[in-house]
Nanobody
Framework: QVQLVESGGGLVQAGGSLRLSCAAS????????MGWYRQAPGKQRELVAT???????NYVDSVKGRFTISRDNAKKTVYLQMNSLAPEDTAVYYC?????????WGQGTQVTVNS
């Protein structure tokens, strides 16, 4: 059983920062790309950032320069450092990882940014 468990969401004022973590556990033979997605109320889930096992990163334009994705392969954990948060960043953030060649999702963590 493979699990992705997110943590670090919460309520923050505009301009503040949060750091999300997502740890993979279970029968982990191989972990390839990992990433973060988000879904705001009434909107489709969108890609926020991804990182390959070798450390190559990709970001949606709206978070470039504000968010940083990183991973610790030894800890099987991916992080999302979010700075200069804005109300439009409010959403449920989901961790995604390709584990054993299958796409896996975490349960989501709420991020709310007050203006």
């Amino acid at each position: 059983q493979v699990q992705l468990v997110e943590s670090g969401g919460g309520l923050v004022q505009a301009g503040g920062s949060l750091r999300l973590s997502c740890a993979a556990s279970g029968r982990l033979f191989r972990i390839d790309a990992m990433g973060w997605y988000r879904q705001a109320p009434g909107k489709q889930r969108e890609l926020v950032a991804t990182i390959t096992s070798g450390g190559l990163t990709n970001y949606v334009d709206s978070v470039k320069g504000r968010f940083t994705i990183s991973r610790d392969n030894a800890k099987k954990t991916v992080y999302l450092q979010m700075n200069s948060l804005a109300p439009e960043d409010t959403a449920v953030y989901y961790c995604n990882a390709f584990v054993n060649f299958l796409s896996r999702w975490g349960q989501g963590t709420q991020v709310t940014v007050n203006s």
